[in-house]
C-alpha cells in the first residue's frame, strides 16, 4: 500500500438521515415523527421525490456505499401495528435504484425520527419502544432483506437519549434526567432486540452506530500526550464513562461500566434495568460505526453545575478552545481521529470498524464558477491523512462515509448549515457540486489521496514533525504568548528543519478574517440610549472607513446570548465590540466572548476584573469635578442621589464625589435610588427631610438631577438659591430643564473614536491597553 492509498476493498461512501432530507412528511401516508412536532414539518431537500436524481450524485461520486435511514413513522406510521405499504415502496425503490447504479446500501433503521404516537405513550422512557423498534426492524427487514445487506439499528444513541430527553434540544424536547438515563438503556436494548431479530431474520451484517468526541482538556487539544492533574483525569474519564463507555460497555462487553451505575441509580433508579437485558444489548454486531466530527474539551471545575446533557457532570466545565474551528463551532482536530481509532482497537481488538459519519459546516459562497470549498476539502483531507495513518497502525477500519451527500436539514439548527458536497437552493431545490464533490470523487477514483504532496512544507508537517496541533503552530508563527517555551521551541525546531515559510493561512489559522466586526447592543440603561446609537453611528463609520464590514447583533435575551457566542466561536466575524452600558448584566456574556478567543473589546469598565481592554469615561474623575464646583460656589451641605451600585459608573461617580469631599473635610449624605427620574425625586425628597440645611444635590445621572429638581420646586426650595442641583451624562434633556442643568459631559464621539482605535489595534496584534476618556464639567443655571 503507498504512502496515500486506502486498502483495497475499502468502502468509500457517503451518509445522509431521512428526516435532513426526504421532504414529504405528510406523503402517501406517513405518520408524524417527534421531529415534526418539535420542528414543523420541513421540505428539507425533497429527497421523496427526487432520489433518482439523487442517486445520479451519488453515481457521479462513484461511491461504493450509500448510508441512508428509513423513517419509521414512514413505514409504520403509528409507530406500532399497521404497516404502511406505500412507505415501504419508497425504500424499495430506493434499494433498486442504488442496486441499479452499482451502490451498495446500507440501511440504518433509527435515526432519531421516532413516531409521535410511539412519544406520546412516554417515547424511549418506556421500555415498549425498544419492542415495538424490533418489529418494525423485522418489517423492514421482510421487505429489503434480500436486497440490503448491513443493518444499522440506530445512529447516535446517546444524542437521542441525551440531547432529546436531558437538555432538550432535540426532540421530543423533554428536559429530565432520569428520562435521559432511561432513554439510553431503552435505545440499547431496543438495539440489542432489533439485532436479535435482523440475524433471525437471515440479515448478514448488524451494526451499531456511535458518536465519538475523544474527550480531553484544553491543553490536551494543543499536545495530545499531556500529562492531567488528578481533577481533571477525573473530568475527562466522567465525560468518557457518559457519552462513549455506557454505550460501548454493555454492547460489546455485556456490563455497564461500575463508575456509570451510581450515578444512574441517583438520577433515575435502577429499575429500569431488567434482569436479562444486557445479554440481549451485547448480543454479537459485525460493525460499529464511528461518527468523528470534534473532540469533547472539558476540565475540572468544582462550581460548575452539571450539564443537563451529561447528568452527574457537577463540577466540570466545557471549555471553548482558542483552535480553528468550523462554522458550527467544532474544533477541528484531526489528530484525535487516530487517538480515537487506537484506543477503541486497543480495548475492542475484535470490533470491526467503519467512520460512519465525518465531515464539516462551513460558509459556503458561490462564485461565478463554483462553489470552491478549501475549507471543507482541507478538512476532509486531514481527516482522511489521519485514518490512513491509523489503518497503516492496525485499526480495523473497512470505510469512511463522507457526511454528507447534501446541504440539509440540521435538526435543531435549521438549515443554516452546509455539510453537504454538494449545494442545495431551497427554494428550486436545484443541487450543485461544490469543489469538494469533484475532490472527493478524485479520491475514490484513485482509492487515496494524492501522492503528490505539496512541495513546500504545509502547516500540517510542522504540526506533525513538532507533535502538537496546527492551532499550536498558528499560535507560535503568530507569537502568542500563550504557548508553554518547550512547545514554542518544538515548534521553532520543526520550523527551521523543515524550512516552513509561514503563509498568510497559517498566520491567519487562529484569527480567520472574515473583515466583518460584530457591534453587540445589549439593552441601554435609561438615559444611555443617545451613548448607543451615537456609538454605533461613529464605530460604524470609522471601521467601515477601515474596510470592515459591521455586524450588529441585539444582545437581550439568554438565546441571543447564546446565538452570539455561537457566532464568535464560529470565527464569523474578526472582533466583537461590546456596547454594555449595563456592565453588570452583560458580564457573563463577556466572559464567554473572552472564552472564544476572538478579539473583543468593551464600552465600558466591566465589574469582573479581566485583560479585555475597554473604552470607558473618567467616572470618578467628572464626579470629582462636580463636586470641587459645588464646594467652590460655597456649597458646605452636600448630597448626593446614588443610582443602583451594581452598576460600575454609579459606584466610580460615588468615589469621586467622596475623594472630593474627603478633601474638603466633609462627608458624604447619601440617598439611593434605581435609573429612574420618579425614584431621583423619591431620593431627594428624603435628603431635604433628613438634612435641612442642605444646599446642594448631585446626582449621579442626569434623569436622577430632573427628578431632583422636581422635588426641589415642589418643597419650594428655589434652585440654584437655596439648594443646587448637578448631574452626569449630559443628556440632551439637561438643557432645556428649567433652571437648565449643570453635568458632566462624557464625550461620545471621544469615546466611540477610542473603541474603534481600540478594535482596530487589537486586530493588528499590537499591545492595547484599555481607555479613559476625559470628561468635562458643564455649568448650566442650576449650580
Ligand atoms: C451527527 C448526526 C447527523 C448530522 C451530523 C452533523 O451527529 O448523526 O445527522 O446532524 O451530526
Redesign the pocket.
Given at each position: 500500500m503507498s504512502r496515500a492509498a486506502f486498502p483495497e476493498n475499502f468502502v468509500w461512501g457517503v451518509s445522509t438521515?431521512a428526516y435532513?432530507i426526504e421532504g414529504a412528511n405528510v406523503a402517501d401516508g406517513r405518520g408524524p415523527s417527534i421531529w415534526d412536532t418539535f420542528s414543523d414539518s420541513q421540505t428539507a431537500c425533497d429527497h421523496y421525490h427526487r432520489y433518482t436524481e439523487d442517486v445520479g450524485l451519488l453515481k457521479d461520486l462513484g461511491v461504493t456505499a450509500y448510508r441512508f435511514s428509513v423513517s419509521w413513522p414512514r413505514v409504520v406510521p403509528g409507530g406500532s401495528g399497521r404497516v404502511n405499504a406505500a412507505g415501504l415502496d419508497f425504500y424499495e425503490k430506493l434499494v433498486d435504484e442504488l442496486l441499479g447504479a452499482g451502490i451498495t446500501p446500507y440501511a440504518t433503521l433509527y435515526?432519531?425520527d421516532l413516531p409521535q404516537a410511539l412519544e406520546d405513550e412516554g417515547g424511549w422512557a418506556v421500555r415498549d419502544t425498544a419492542r415495538h423498534f424490533a418489529d418494525y426492524a423485522r418489517v423492514v427487514h421482510d421487505r429489503l432483506g434480500d436486497r440490503v445487506d448491513t443493518w444499522f439499528t440506530l445512529?447516535?444513541p446517546w444524542?437521542a437519549a441525551f440531547l432529546g430527553y436531558g437538555s432538550g434540544i432535540h426532540a421530543p424536547g423533554r428536559t429530565s434526567p432520569a428520562d435521559a438515563f432511561r432513554s439510553a438503556h431503552h435505545l440499547l436494548l431496543a438495539h440489542g432486540l432489533a439485532t436479535g431479530a435482523l440475524r433471525a431474520a437471515g440479515a448478514s451484517k448488524v451494526g451499531l452506530i456511535l458518536?465519538f468526541g475523544p474527550v480531553m482538556t484544553p491543553g490536551q487539544v494543543g499536545d495530545l500526550s499531556m500529562e492531567l492533574a488528578e481533577e481533571d483525569a477525573e473530568a475527562v474519564a466522567r465525560i468518557d464513562t457518559l457519552m462513549h463507555r455506557q454505550f460501548l460497555e454493555p454492547v460489546l462487553r455485556g456490563a455497564y461500566p461500575a463508575d456509570l451505575l451510581p450515578l444512574v441509580e441517583r438520577t433515575a433508579g435502577l429499575d429500569h434495568i431488567h434482569e436479562g437485558d444486557l445479554a440481549d444489548i451485547s448480543r454479537p454486531i459485525d460493525l460499529l460505526g464511528v461518527?468523528y466530527?470534534a473532540p469533547t474539551v472539558v476540565q475540572a471545575q468544582p462550581s460548575q453545575p452539571a450539564d443537563p446533557a451529561y447528568p452527574g457532570s457537577a463540577g466540570i466545565l466545557f471549555c471553548t478552545v482558542p483552535t480553528a474551528v468550523t462554522a458550527m463551532g467544532w474544533p477541528i482536530v484531526p489528530n484525535a481521529l487516530p487517538l480515537l481509532l487506537r484506543r477503541l482497537s486497543r480495548e475492542y481488538p475484535d470490533t470491526q470498524l467503519m467512520i460512519t459519519?465525518n465531515?464539516a459546516?462551513f460558509v459556503d459562497v458561490i462564485t461565478g464558477d463554483g462553489i470552491h470549498d478549501v475549507d471543507r476539502i482541507n478538512f476532509i483531507e486531514e481527516h482522511l491523512r489521519a485514518l490512513r495513518v491509523s489503518i497503516e497502525e492496525g485499526a480495523r477500519v473497512g470505510g469512511y462515509l463522507l457526511?454528507?451527500l447534501l446541504d440539509c436539514l440540521?435538526?435543531a439548527d435549521g438549515y443554516q448549515?452546509k455539510?453537504g458536497v454538494y449545494h442545495v437552493d431551497f427554494a428550486t431545490q436545484r443541487r450543485r457540486p461544490k469543489d469538494s464533490a469533484y475532490w472527493f470523487r478524485d479520491v475514490i477514483k484513485r482509492n487515496g489521496l494524492a501522492e503528490s504532496r505539496p512541495k513546500r512544507p504545509t502547516l500540517e508537517t510542522v504540526a506533525a514533525r513538532a507533535g502538537v496541533s496546527r492551532a499550536t503552530v498558528s499560535r507560535v508563527v503568530n507569537g502568542e504568548a500563550a504557548v508553554s517555551s518547550d512547545v514554542r521551541t518544538a515548534v521553532m525546531q520543526a520550523v527551521q528543519e523543515l524550512g516552513y515559510v509561514p503563509n498568510a493561512a497559517a498566520r491567519s489559522l487562529v484569527t480567520r478574517r472574515t473583515d466583518s466586526i460584530a457591534l453587540v447592543l445589549s439593552v441601554p440603561r435609561p438615559g444611555g440610549e443617545a451613548l448607543t446609537a451615537a456609538v454605533v453611528q461613529y464605530v460604524t463609520s470609522v471601521l467601515e472607513g477601515a474596510g470592515k464590514r459591521i455586524t450588529l447583533m441585539v444582545a437581550d435575551t439568554a438565546e441571543s446570548h447564546r446565538r452570539i457566542v455561537q457566532h464568535a466561536e464560529a470565527r464569523l466575524v474578526d472582533a466583537v465590540i461590546l456596547l454594555p452600558p449595563s456592565p453588570d448584566r452583560t458580564d457573563t456574556l463577556t466572559e464567554r466572548l473572552i472564552r472564544t478567543g476572538l478579539p473583543t473589546v468593551l464600552l465600558g469598565k466591566p465589574s469582573v476584573a479581566s485583560l479585555v481592554p475597554y473604552v470607558d469615561v473618567d467616572n470618578s474623575g467628572g464626579a470629582a469635578a462636580v463636586t470641587d464646583h459645588l464646594l467652590s460656589a460655597g456649597r458646605r451641605h452636600l448630597g448626593i442621589i446614588c443610582g443602583p451600585l451594581d452598576l460600575v459608573a454609579i459606584q466610580d461617580r460615588l468615589t469621586g464625589h467622596r475623594t472630593a469631599l474627603e478633601r474638603a473635610g466633609r462627608h458624604p449624605l447619601i440617598a439611593t435610588a434605581n435609573l429612574t427620574t420618579h425614584s431621583g425625586a423619591a431620593a431627594a425628597r428624603q435628603l431635604l427631610a433628613d438634612n435641612p440645611r442642605l444646599d446642594a444635590v448631585f446626582a449621579t445621572t442626569d434623569h436622577l438631577a430632573i427628578g431632583a429638581l422636581r422635588a426641589a420646586r415642589e418643597a419650594g426650595r428655589r434652585v440654584p438659591d437655596d439648594l443646587a442641583i448637578a448631574g452626569f451624562d449630559d443628556i440632551e434633556a439637561a438643557s432645556c430643564t428649567t433652571p437648565s442643568l449643570t453635568t458632566v459631559q462624557a464625550p461620545v464621539a471621544d469615546q466611540a473614536m477610542a473603541l474603534a482605535r481600540l478594535l482596530l489595534s487589537r486586530l493588528e496584534g499590537r499591545h492595547t491597553t484599555s481607555v479613559i476618556v476625559p470628561t468635562r464639567l458643564v455649568v448650566r443655571e442650576s449650580t
Open positions: 438521515s435532513q435515526h432519531w445512529n447516535e444524542v458518536n461518527n466530527y459519519e465531515g459546516d457526511w454528507s440540521e435538526w448549515r455539510f
